[in-house]
């Protein structure tokens, strides 16, 4: 049996880290003002549909998981595993002290993680970085991949990452710049919807929620946190429809 030479594979992969750098640190050009539009419409269209939400939502999904789960990292807490279910749910689960600021920023960081991503995408296409843009998520979905702990998540986040490697590898720049746009519109215009989605399940009774968790660790009650949620999505958008046009 032949192995294949470590030197080759070594210089294999430098190529195409090389060739990844070189095409996410180049300016890609940005659509006409018209097909932006169109492309909001389109993203409009898949939010708002049911069957096309239903696996819209699997990526909002995955990017308020990551919120989560970036943020519990980020201040101090040790990430358990991430969940995400095919009814559209998700779970993380980090351990840290059960109170205090700490907490509170993680559990808040879900519901806006997608109008955070997608104001950030806003900035990066504004500056023609579409291709580093769509690298940048692959780069998310690997490392939110060792924290998947449960056979669906995994498959929802390799055929989200493999999408997305096989688009900004084989498309022209033009269509990789349509799709980096398309995927900003769709977090930025889908990040309210949950939002409001939770508002109509709970009023009035508790549900565990991120709000629910967030009303007992703080003298807020829940209605407080889902409004705060909401206001902070639309102002991600109205930011980042400002930057994009």
Not at 52 to 76: C, N
Request: aromatic residues 8%.
């Amino acid at each position: 049996m032949r192995f294949p030479d470590p030197a080759t594979s070594t210089v294999a992969f430098t190529d195409v880290a090389g060739e990844i750098w070189s095409r996410a640190t180049t300016v890609q050009p940005a659509p006409s003002p018209r097909v932006v539009l169109l492309l909001a419409v389109l993203a409009l269209a898949l939010v708002v549909h049911p069957l096309s939400w239903h696996w819209v939502r699997h990526l909002v999904t995955v990017v308020h998981e990551a919120g989560h789960a970036f943020v519990a990292v980020l201040v101090g807490r040790r990430l358990s595993g991430i969940r995400v279910h095919s009814d559209t749910s998700g779970l993380t689960v980090s351990r840290g002290k059960p109170r205090g600021p700490g907490m509170v920023a993680m559990l808040c960081a879900g519901y806006l993680a997608p109008a955070a991503l997608g104001l950030l995408a806003a900035l990066m296409l504004a500056n023609g970085r579409a291709f580093g843009l769509l690298w940048l998520l692959v780069a998310q979905l690997v490392v939110m991949f060792v924290q998947i702990r449960n056979w669906y998540g995994a498959l929802v986040l390799l055929v989200i990452g493999s999408a997305l490697v096989g688009v900004s590898w084989y498309l022209s720049d033009t269509l990789q710049s349509a799709l980096a746009y398309l995927i900003a519109w769709v977090l930025l215009l889908a990040a309210p919807k949950p939002v409001v989605e939770l508002m109509r399940e709970r009023r009035g009774r508790r549900t565990g929620s991120d709000a629910d968790q967030l009303a007992r660790l703080t003298p807020f009650p829940a209605g407080f946190w889902m409004v705060v949620f909401l206001l902070a999505n639309v102002a991600g958008l109205a930011l980042a429809v400002a930057t994009l046009f």
